[in-house]
């Protein structure tokens, strides 16, 4: 057992929270799901080996002395998980900041509060690292399966990679609440978080669809003009891809370095964490002015209700970056669509693109209009029937998705009018779907609980994902006027009908 | 006197409703047009239960419930046009201005716009909330928003209001205010059903005060009356009510 107020007495009670945390997010709260979460856990591992072992089953070994190509594509795969690790680091940073569970208690403590924000970096690190080490490790042991143990120091770089995502995430982070002041930072550190996650994935498309016309990161990453631009093999840019490929001296290397880092980042903000946070407390308060309407303006209950849907998610920009932010991922299918004006190759992937973005944003907004209603009691006691309340909700998320894809979709059809009507017909069907299986497992919550609506229902999560894959399918098949698509979208109703089945029962619809 | 040749405002008869156990078991209820109720009770007694049915917010194993002489369980969309609803809580939108919120509120209950306006405006400056009427709700405290909850409860003027503990949390001002407005409410001919703990705030504000333990109504009437039934004509209310119950927990 440790002293009081030591930094080992600090780190386990960090450990602590945080492992009831991750626990209570796998099951939901519910203790007696621990089983069934374990097995689920285990069936995702078991899964992603056997992704892993066909993803990586004609790739050759790369050996200890490895061309300049296969240096390209080591350090372009780990600058993706990189960029996904600062992103994730960055949530942490901005919720130490803005959640106030104990920070309260802890500044009000005749206690250092650098002790405290000193472990909670180190375990941002930690668990940013312990996440990518869950996903990137089955790829691992399938290297290590048919090249050799040396593979296990990929382990090695992960856990650098956690250590410096966390310490460029604190120092972004603190940067920005000196630049900006703690009322902006929130937001725009979450969208800086989110575009940080996307940027590369999007960049390397882009850069993809440019120079080779296709939306593969592996052909752009594998291709001549890179390498040909890529610095020399002996740069020390390929230390990181080296120490992975088993080069010790490397990872030495690598791993003291992104120590360092972490080890700066923390002895030059902890100090200053505990009064970001006493500043980012005191906008709790503050007060924002509405300029005044002109006059009340007459509106029947669906009319009330959809405005209100509207002004809610227009003012809370926090809201509007978590639900848009997937859009970005259309920028690639977009450019893609500009540059094949007129190639029928393109719709494989440009309508089964927009379906899926469709299905997955009518998801969020409409767990937002169903299950993140501020005002429940209010609009349940109103004088209309409780269908019609719903039908007004969903009124809402469709009118909100099809503002989002009107202008591609209108692009579409100027190109191709039947890829355009199969795009609009899946695009309708996803979101529907997606709208009809958060109504099912409706679950009253906070809007500010927006990102953890995951946790509520895992089987809506995965209905959710599946459907919208469903219908992807459905629309790229029939696009390409494939009698095929009747497979994925049976395959759909069957997802709705099990999600049906498997709903809680006290819901109308 | 009341005049009993109306309808009840509210008519509660054989309510139940259970959960692992019997919530509410076989109440019967009668609250008359015009009158200030108040429902007292242990913690756990029924009281939320009770009213949450009442509001279209449960739905109770057996039983009738009739507000204004509606069915509110045959008809609840007519029962809610004639309701308000208060929670402890109150729920109202952060990204919405007070003013915008009413205008919402007004919209649900189809309120023709200029006179909810009105009516909007009247209420703000009434509660206080007139210098705020513009800011979004986000930054107010818990007295603030009660009174928010409080206007959008008013802004469709109607018959019977249901709040459950509405003075929970509020300053002195605060609850000043709220009791002055549910006062005159009553004043004016409307009905309010309101639970509390408050036992003073019962005894200084209602006409009549029932008294809910293990699901039932044990006894009911003025202060007066609740004393003669505790058989002490000098008892304060807290003294009646912990009689009452006492003797109800030893009679079950």
Same mark, same amino acid.
């Given at each position: #057992? ?5 930094? @080992? ?8 929270? $945080?492992?009831?945390?991750?626990? @209570? ?10 089983? #069934? ?48 690790? =600062? @992103? ?32 909670? =970096? ?8 312990? #996440? ?60 800086? $978080? ?48 080296? $120490? ?24 030059? !903000? ?186 509520? @229902? ?7 994902? !599946? ?43 | ?65 009739? *507000? ?7 008809? &609840? ?14 729920? *109202?939108?952060?990204?919405?201005? &007070? ?6 509120? +007004? ?22 909330? +007139? &210098?705020? /009427? ?27 209001? *249901?709040?459950?503990? &509405? ?38 504000? /209602? ?46």
């Amino acid at each position: #057992m440790s002293a009081p107020a030591t930094l @080992s007495w600090f780190a386990r009670h960090e450990f602590r929270l $945080a492992w009831r945390d991750w626990l @209570s997010m796998m099951t939901a709260g519910k203790a007696s799901r621990l089983r #069934m979460a374990a097995l689920a856990l285990a069936s995702f591992v078991l899964f992603m080996h056997f992704i892993a072992f066909l993803a990586l089953r004609n790739v050759a070994d790369p050996g200890l002395s490895p061309g300049k190509t296969a240096l390209v594509v080591v350090t372009g795969c780990a600058l993706l998980s990189w960029s996904l690790m =600062i @992103s994730q680091a960055m949530e942490s940073v901005t919720r130490a900041f803005y959640t106030r569970s104990d920070l309260d208690l802890i500044l009000s403590s005749p206690i250092a509060a650098r002790k405290v924000f000193s472990v909670r =970096i180190v375990t941002m690190a930690l668990g940013t690292a312990l #996440m990518a080490t869950l996903l990137a490790g089955p790829f691992i042991h399938v290297l290590v399966i048919r090249f050799g143990a040396r593979w296990l120091a990929a382990y090695g770089v992960v856990v650098s990679m956690g250590a410096t995502a966390a310490a460029l995430a604190v120092a972004l982070t603190v940067v920005l609440f000196r630049a900006i002041g703690p009322k902006r930072t929130r937001l725009a550190a979450q969208i800086v $978080a989110a575009v940080i996650g996307a940027a590369f994935v999007i960049g390397l498309q882009v850069a993809a669809i440019l120079s080779q016309d296709t939306l593969s990161r592996f052909a752009f990453l594998r291709s001549d003009t890179l390498a040909a631009r890529a610095p020399d093999v002996a740069s020390l840019m390929w230390w990181p891809a080296r $120490a992975m490929l088993g080069d010790w001296q490397a990872l030495a290397a690598v791993a003291a370095a992104s120590l360092t880092m972490l080890g700066a980042a923390i002895f030059v !903000f902890s100090g200053r964490f505990g009064e970001h946070a006493i500043a980012a407390a005191g906008i709790a308060n503050a007060r924002t002015k509405q300029a005044p309407a002109a006059a009340f303006r007459h509106a029947s209950p669906r009319r009330a209700l959809r405005r209100k849907e509207w002004t809610l998610l227009r003012r809370d920009p926090w809201l509007v970056s978590q639900t848009l932010m997937q859009i970005l991922y259309l920028l690639p299918p977009a450019l893609m669509l500009w540059r094949g004006y007129g190639d029928g190759g393109v719709f494989a992937v440009l309508v089964p693109v927009l379906v899926m973005a469709a299905g997955q944003l009518a998801g969020g907004l409409a767990w937002l209009a169903i299950s993140g209603e501020d005002a429940p009691d209010l609009v349940a006691t109103a004088p209309v029937p409780a269908g019609f309340l719903v039908r007004a909700k969903i009124e809402g998320v469709l009118g909100a998705v099809a503002i989002v894809f009107a202008p591609l979709l209108a692009a579409l059809a100027l190109i191709a009018p039947f890829q355009a009507l199969v795009a609009a017909a899946g695009m309708a069907i996803a979101v529907i779907a997606a709208t009809l299986i958060q109504l099912w497992f409706r679950n009253q919550a906070k809007r500010s609980h927006f990102r953890r609506r995951h946790t509520s @229902s895992r089987v809506a999560t995965f209905a959710e994902a !599946f459907s919208s894959i469903a219908w992807a399918a459905t629309a790229a098949l029939a696009a390409g006027e494939s009698l095929l698509a009747l497979m994925p979208a049976a395959i759909g109703v069957g997802v709705l009908i099990a999600a049906r089945a498997l709903s809680p029962r006290d819901v109308p619809g | 006197m009341k005049d009993t040749s109306k309808p009840f405002a509210l008519d509660i008869s054989g309510l139940v409703k259970r959960f692992d156990r019997p919530a509410v078991d076989g109440l019967d209820l009668r609250v008359q047009s015009g009158e200030f109720y108040a429902l007292v009770g242990p913690n756990g007694a029924g009281k939320t239960t009770t009213l949450r049915m009442v509001a279209g917010l449960l739905k109770p194993d057996a039983g009738a419930i009739t *507000i204004a002489g509606i069915d509110a369980l045959a008809d &609840p969309v007519a029962a809610k046009q004639v309701m308000a609803w208060i929670s402890d809580e109150p729920m *109202i939108y952060d990204k919405l201005s &007070p003013l915008e919120y009413l205008e919402f509120v +007004a919209g649900l209950w189809r309120v023709e716009a200029a006179a909810a306006e009105a009516r909007a405006r009247e209420l703000l400056d009434w509660l206080g909330l +007139a &210098p705020h /009427a513009h800011e979004r709700c986000e930054g107010f405290s818990k007295g603030m928003r009660q009174k928010v909850a409080l206007a959008g409860a008013l802004v469709h003027e109607p018959t019977v209001i *249901i709040l459950d503990e &509405p003075l929970t949390g509020l300053d002195a001002g605060s609850a000043r205010q709220v009791k002055s407005v549910l006062r005159e409410r009553a004043r004016a001919g409307g009905t309010v059903v309101m639970t509390t703990h408050i036992l003073e705030v019962a005894e200084r504000m /209602a006409d009549r005060i029932g008294i809910i333990a293990s699901g039932r109504l044990i006894a009911e009437g003025t202060l007066e009356e609740l004393r003669g039934q505790a058989g002490k004509s000098d008892f304060t209310l807290e003294d009646t009510f912990l009689a009452l119950v006492a003797k109800e927990a030893v009679a079950a």
